[in-house]
C-alpha cells in the first residue's frame, strides 16, 4: 500500500474527533490514499449508517 504523503499533510484527523468526524475523514482519505484500510469498528458503523464504502481513485 501506497502512501499519499502530499494529502496527509493537508489533511490532518481533527484532534479528539468525534465519530462522524472519524468517518468523514477515512472516506476522503480511502479516496486519496492507499496507505491502510478502514478498521473493522469503522466498517461495521459506516455499514449500520448505510455509508458506502469508498474506492481508492489515485491509480485511475
Known amino acids: ?5 502530499e494529502w496527509h499533510l493537508a489533511h490532518p484527523m481533527p484532534k479528539n474527533p468525534t465519530l462522524d468526524q472519524r468517518i468523514a475523514w477515512h472516506i476522503e482519505h480511502t479516496r486519496n ?10 466498517l461495521e458503523e459506516m455499514k449500520k449508517r448505510k455509508i458506502k464504502i469508498p474506492r481508492y481513485e489515485g491509480d485511475k
Open 33 to 42: 490514499c492507499n496507505c491502510r484500510e478502514l478498521t473493522p469498528k469503522l
Open 1 to 5: 500500500m501506497k502512501i499519499n504523503k
